[in-house]
Structure formats: structure tokens, C-alpha cells
């Protein structure tokens, strides 16, 4: 068991558990975060903050090395215009603003996390401003034809269902790694629905086609209980990881021919592309993806529009 697991499982009952080091809040601040996936990134992201004060590798610092009382918004924003010109091993690239924006969204949780305790007087990552994205949305979102071939060439039944319930109910990848029987059941005309628990802890119960219900159903074997895993991997019954289903659905996205790694997330913004273009209001789709603002959901219009002043213009 790592020091942060152990220490997790000792101050999680109290938010106002006594933290005498980095090490201690950063498990703290891990423990209210859901998916596991997202503590080791979360983790690696704050190593990566604390070998850049140090200027040692990330793999060889300790968290307790820091700190994060020390911190200033000088080196904050030191670490910012770091990740934007230091070329990463891996691609000798600097990191895609998305991936920018990522860490310094996770040092400015932290320490904000360490306010909200009063571990930390201030937050010295208040003011520091995460770097715009490029707009790729439109990008991502497949074809309905490009879709449904790789609904058709995915002969494993397990996968052919996963990439279907991805893209009937728009859920996210940690949703269907976290989904159990007993989140699924009839709703009427042999239609199936589902909770899903998304972030901040939020759920929605979202309607499943009726083939798709029943072919789900077919996953069911007679030894699961309410609380098996819906998608279990072949190996022991586990639930998928994340990591898996997204190379499920890379893979099926390869075998239908579609330029660029295809992820679980393209079939979401599909799901919400498609369903607008085919008259869902833009509310139910907003409530089907659990959109907090209505204006996220709205992207998915204008990303790829059916009209334009241009095409008014003499040729």
C-alpha cells in the first residue's frame, strides 16, 4: 500500500484533517476525486510541478521535496511558461495547450483544495490563467456511416456493445468503467435505461434503444451479481479499465478505415452532433450528456453548421 493510499484511508472522514506535509495533501486532495485514473495523472502532474521547482526529474522527487506552502505565484507562472516551450522527451514538442491546460488546472486545484482546508493561507495559482485550446471539435465528431461501420466490423459482441452504449448514451469513459448491473433496467416498449455517476458526483439516468438493451442483456451471465461489472475484461472478470476501452475503440475505429485515433470521447461528441442534426432539442441532449451549461452543448451546433452567410454570396 503507497504512503498516499494509507493516508487517504485515515483523514477521508474529515475534510479538516490535520496536514503536515505535501504528501498528506495531496492524498487528501486525491481522495475526493472518483476515478483512479485520474489520481495517477493528477499525481504525475504535481511531480511534474515539483521537479520544475527543483529542476530534477519528476520520477526521482518525493512530494514532501516541496513545500506548497512555500510557493509563489512567481513560481507558478514560471511553471506555466515552462510547459510552453520545454520540448517533453517522448515528442520533443512542447505539451498541446490542451495538455498545458490540464497541469496547471490540477496545481491550481491543489492549492486551492489547500485553502479550502486552511492548510494553505492563499492560493498562489489563483491568477494564472490556463492556456486556450485550439477548437478541434469538429474534427472529432465521425460520420453516422462512419459510425455504424464500426459498429459492424467489431465482431466480439462485448466490444460491438461497448462502442454502441459509448454512442446511444454519450457516456463518458469513467462512466462506463464504473457501470454495474444494477444501474441498468427495463423502462418500457422492451427499452432499457441507465444511471450513470459522472463528475462532481452527479448522476442521470439516460433511455437505451431497445436492441441495444437486449443485447446488453446477453453480456449477463448467470454467476453476476447486481453489483458485476456490465463490461468485464476476459481475464479474471474485472471491469474494463479505461485504458482498455479506449483501445477498443481505437481499434475499431482502424478497422473502419477513419483517419486519426479514434477515442471513446469522439463517440460522445458524435452522439451529440448526430441527435441535434436530427431535431433532439438542444435541452435533452444538454440532460442526456450532463451538461452543466447549455452553452457547452451548443458547440456541438455550431461545430458543424448546416448553413452560412457565404453560401448567399455571388459564385
Known amino acids: 500500500m503507497s504512503m498516499l493510499t494509507r493516508y487517504q484511508q485515515e483523514v477521508t472522514t474529515s475534510k479538516m484533517a490535520d496536514v503536515a506535509n505535501t504528501a498528506q495533501l495531496v492524498a487528501l486532495w486525491l481522495a475526493t476525486k472518483r476515478s483512479k485514473e485520474s489520481h495517477r495523472a493528477y499525481e504525475t502532474d504535481v ?5 520544475f521547482l527543483l529542476q ?3 520520477e526521482t522527487v518525493r512530494l514532501n521535496d516541496v513545500d506548497m506552502r512555500s510557493v509563489t505565484i ?10 510552453e516551450t520545454h520540448s517533453t522527451p517522448k515528442t520533443g514538442k512542447p505539451l498541446s495547450p490542451a495538455s498545458r491546460a490540464r497541469r496547471i488546472a490540477a496545481i491550481k486545484s491543489l492549492l486551492s483544495y489547500g485553502c479550502k482546508i486552511k492548510y494553505l493561507q492563499f492560493n498562489a495559482a489563483a491568477d494564472t490563467l490556463l492556456p486556450k485550446p485550439k477548437d478541434r471539435l469538429a474534427e472529432r465528431i465521425l460520420s453516422e456511416t462512419e459510425v455504424m461501420t464500426m459498429v459492424a466490423l467489431t465482431q466480439n459482441v462485448r466490444d460491438r456493445c461497448l462502442i ?6 454519450g457516456a463518458r469513459v469513467g462512466e462506463v468503467a464504473l457501470l454495474r448491473w444494477a444501474d441498468i433496467r427495463p423502462n418500457r416498449d422492451d427499452q432499457g435505461q441507465v444511471t450513470l455517476f459522472g463528475k462532481g458526483d452527479k448522476s442521470r439516468t439516460v433511455l437505451i434503444p431497445k436492441k441495444l438493451y437486449s443485447a446488453l442483456l446477453s453480456l449477463r451471465s448467470a454467476d453476476d451479481t447486481p453489483n458485476s461489472a456490465v463490461f468485464k475484461s476476459r481475464k479474471g472478470g474485472e471491469p474494463l479499465k479505461p485504458r482498455h476501452i479506449w483501445e477498443i475503440v481505437a481499434e475499431a475505429g482502424q478497422k473502419a478505415g477513419i483517419q486519426g485515433k479514434v477515442s471513446p470521447h469522439w463517440l460522445r461528441h458524435s452522439h451529440a452532433s448526430h441527435s441535434l442534426d436530427r431535431g433532439a432539442p438542444v435541452q435533452l441532449v444538454q440532460q442526456t450528456l450532463g451538461h452543466t451549461s447549455l452553452q457547452t452543448t451548443s458547440r456541438y451546433a455550431h ?9 448567399y454570396l455571388p459564385g
Open 56 to 58: 530534477e526529474s519528476p
Open 74 to 83: 512567481n513560481d507558478v507562472q514560471a511553471f506555466a511558461d515552462f510547459l
Open 303 to 311: 461545430a458543424k453548421p448546416s448553413d452560412s452567410s457565404g453560401l
Open 164 to 169: 454502441q452504449f459509448l454512442y446511444y448514451t
Open 47 to 51: 511531480r511534474c510541478f515539483i521537479g
